[in-house]
């Protein structure tokens, strides 16, 4: 009302609301600036950020005092979307804080592993078979990928994660020693996973990068302790795992020093049995856009099949990945594991000549490997790995 009584025209009333608007919005960012550094004494003090008993407390108080046009139920859902925010505040905070989101985690160049660098602008190619068998196996499939005009790597698992306990578990020590030499003696890089720290050395001798696995993502001590070597890690993302949850794994490889990781989309699982898993593709412009991090994808143990990898491959580029993983062999049919999935050596050759990366002329259409399609092994892809 008027001094005079008369009411109050619209647009001073709005005007009034308009001044404790402001009021309000600088009491607010008070408070925000408080919540910040209650939460940075609360991490010194390794509590968590949310703390509801506050939070009720707080609230039973400010019910108790209302007395105003607001009853307990507006006072109440006003604090609580407040307390919300505050923990959104706490959230976003830690988030920047994340050494693996800062803009030049890893440097323009890309990570480097031996004469090769990934995500520098020059797809990779990680080619090799899924399991060190024989010498002469290795050797037959190392002088065919010394060949591929591209950047390459050699994969090959010495210790290998199978999901049948009665399947082929790989060579292991022997089969570490068979892949370097074989590496060697063609100049090629190698990658190869470690399954747990307490064989981490041997495989840290023998390999120029080191293979987290999909089961492994989850392996926080594993994570740890690749961290503090300086060797190139390259990180899968599990198969059950969230974008957010394959970070954070890549953070704690980070948090111990090791900058060098590139992260490898390999499928996650979902209700569709036609592939072994299924390829998320938009993983790939995500981890792009939010990271700096080189992203590649496993397109072999992804699909679990041979006659639609080389279009995936292609969309996989497409979106953005810095490079691919394919399995390979010189006699797939004869593999000790996933030869359902192998591709021919001459295929591999094929693919990447019709990916372009070898001439600057794209075979776009061409299916090279759908004619050579073996017959994939029957069941389900949960009983192959
Ligand atoms: C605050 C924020 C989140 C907690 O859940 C409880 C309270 C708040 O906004 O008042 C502040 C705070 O972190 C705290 O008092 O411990
Ligand atoms: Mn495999």
Known sequence: MKSNGAPASLGALR????DLNTQLLDLLQQRAAIVLEIAAAKREQGLAGYDPQRESDMLNALVQSADGAFGAPEITSVFQSIFRASLDIQD???????????PNAVPKEGVRVGNVSIGGG????FAGPCSVETPEQMEAIAAAI????????????AFK???????????????LRILRDVADRHGLPVVTEVL???TLDAVADA???LQIGARNMYNTELLKAVGRLRKPVLLKRGFMATLDELLLAAEYIFSQGNESVVLCERGIRTFEGRTRFTLDISAIPLLKQETSLPVIVDVSHALGRRDILLPCARAVMAAGADGLMIE????????????FQQVRLEDLAAIVEALGWSKPSNQAGSNPIQDTEIERTAGTGALRG
């Open 328 to 339: 390979a062999h010189h006699r797939p049919e004869q593999a000790l594991s996933d030869g």
């Open 196 to 198: 747990d720290t307490g």
């Open 207 to 209: 390999a120029d990068m």
């Open 146 to 157: 010394s060949r591929l005009p591209v950047q390459k790597i050699m994969r090959a698992g």
């Open 92 to 102: 976003r905070e830690r988030r920047q804080q994340l050494r693996v989101l800062a």
């Open 122 to 125: 020059t797809p990779v190619l």
């Open 161 to 175: 994660p199978r999901t049948n306990p009665y399947t082929f578990q790989g060579l292991r020590e022997e089969g």
């Open 15 to 18: 005007a009034r609301i308009d």
